[in-house]
Each structure stands twice: as C-alpha cells, then as structure tokens.
Nanobody, 115 residues
Framework: QVQLVESGGGLVQPGGSLRLACEASWRFSGINNMGWYRQAPGKSRDLVAS???????MYADSVKGRFTISEDNAKNTLYLQMNRLKPEDTAVYYC?????????WGQGTQVTVSS
C-alpha cells in the first residue's frame, strides 16, 4: 500500500525555520504534481506550494519568498523549507501527490509558530 509519511513539524518561535519532509513508500509514476497543503483549526485545507512533473513551482501569496518546495527523486521525498515563520503559519501540513490514476495524502504534521 502506498504511503506518504510527513516529518519535520514542531514548535518554533516566530522568525524561525522548519523543513518538512514527505517520504513516499512507492516510486510514483504518472505524476501530475506534488504539493503541500495546510489546515488551521476551523479553516479549509489550502494549497501552500506545489511542484509539477516538469519542475515548475507555485506558491500561495502568503508564503512567497519564505517557503521553498523541492524534491529528491532518489529518495522519493518531497520537502518544504519554511523560513521566517509567522504565527499565522500555524496549521497541520499535509503532503499531496496527484497522479493520472488517483491522488494520495499524507497523515499530516503539526507546525506551531509561537513565542
């Protein structure tokens, strides 16, 4: 069974950094895009950043210039480098992979930005 396992979340002070990782138990084929979403309490799950099969990236306006999405194909791992974190970045972050057959979600990792 295909699994996406996120790691790297935690508690960080405002202005700090975290790097999230999403490791896949399977080498996906037919990928359309991969991305990171986040969901704060009482809010919808929103796209934070994505990367296409061709390597193109996009970011939500709220994280542009602070977050960077990248992938390591050799490790089947997707990353999200988060710098200059703000309290409003607090949420559960989910890894997402969209393929031609179906989409996959990780279980989520909590990121809390607080002093």
């Amino acid at each position: 069974q295909v699994q996406l396992v996120e790691s790297g979340g935690g508690l960080v002070q405002p202005g700090g950094s975290l790097r999230l990782a999403c490791e896949a138990s399977w080498r996906f084929s037919g990928i359309n895009n991969m991305g990171w979403y986040r969901q704060a309490p009482g809010k919808s799950r929103d796209l934070v950043a994505s990367i296409t099969r061709g390597g193109g990236t996009m970011y939500a306006d709220s994280v542009k210039g602070r977050f960077t999405i990248s992938e390591d194909n050799a490790k089947n791992t997707l990353y999200l480098q988060m710098n200059r974190l703000k309290p409003e970045d607090t949420a559960v972050y989910y890894c997402h992979v969209d393929t031609v057959l179906r989409e996959y979600w990780g279980q989520g990792t909590q990121v809390t930005v607080s002093s």
